[in-house]
Antibody, heavy 122, light 110 residues
Framework: QVTLKESGPALVKSTQTLTLTCTFS??????????VSWIRQPPGKALEWLAR???????LYSTSLKTRLTISKDTSKNQVVLTMTNMDPVDTATYYC??????????????WGQGTLVTVSS | QSVLTQPPSVSAAPGQKVTISCSGS????????VSWYQQLPGTAPKLLIY???KRPSGIPDRFSGSKSGTSATLGVTGLQTGDEADYYC???????????FGGGTKLTVL
């Protein structure tokens, strides 16, 4: 059974750095083809993809947020960590981690965490 | 503004059929597979359709997906009040080297 769960602070201040952890089970990020992404959703708004890390430690970032994001993994702990620097109130959102899979055709997110709401105060 | 364009809202009566469109370009929908996600109020998104038209185990065949050129469509038949949710399309964008989502469509079952 695949599960993912996000954890981190519920409240951060402007200019601070946010660190979120995704703890997962039911698969290993050391297995070829496995990937985990972070996605966020401001209140009442659409989903926005942030970053992806692959089994071979390859990383991709949203073009618009690339300079502020760092994604990493700890395979032994089954965790993926996202850091976002210089937080601003517009970064207030629910942050999700999701497993990304690639079959013989395309990519898609088959399992999602429950999400964690992060509020940025000014 | 989202890379993929969806109508903000659609509505239909219980038992009826509705379609939700997702429009993109050759760098995303035109050359990559589309997936759809259902987000019930207050919950995380859930995979509904993948690889344009495949349903994960447990998703009823009332939900269907299709793609033509640079557009994709989600169809829902036999509408139920439990289908009221936000629906998002998503795909890889080869030019951006990034995953992109549509702006989401709120489905209301009248």
């Amino acid at each position: 059974q695949v599960t993912l769960k996000e954890s981190g602070p519920a409240l951060v201040k402007s200019t601070q750095t946010l660190t979120l952890t995704c703890t997962f089970s039911g698969f290993s990020l050391s297995t070829s083809g496995m990937r985990v992404s972070w996605i966020r959703q401001p209140p009442g708004k659409a989903l926005e993809w942030l970053a992806r890390i692959e089994w071979d430690d390859d990383k991709l970032y949203s073009t618009s947020l690339k300079t502020r994001l760092t994604i990493s993994k700890d395979t032994s702990k089954n965790q993926v960590v996202l850091t976002m620097t210089n937080m601003d109130p517009v970064d207030t959102a629910t942050y999700y981690c999701a497993r990304m899979v690639h079959d013989s055709s395309g990519y898609y997110f088959d399992y999602w965490g429950q999400g964690t709401l992060v509020t940025v105060s000014s | 503004q989202s890379v993929l364009t969806q109508p903000p809202s659609v509505s239909a009566a219980p038992g009826q059929k509705v379609t939700i469109s997702c429009s993109g370009s050759s760098s995303n929908i035109g050359n990559n597979y589309v997936s759809w996600y259902q987000q019930l109020p207050g919950t995380a998104p859930k995979l509904l359709i993948y690889d344009n038209n495949k349903r994960p185990s447990g998703i009823p065949d009332r939900f269907s997906g299709s793609k033509s050129g640079t557009s994709a469509t989600l169809g829902v038949t036999g509408l139920q009040t439990g289908d009221e949710a936000d629906y998002y399309c998503g795909t890889w964008d080869s030019s951006l080297s990034a995953w992109v989502f549509g702006g989401g469509t709120k489905l209301t079952v009248l």
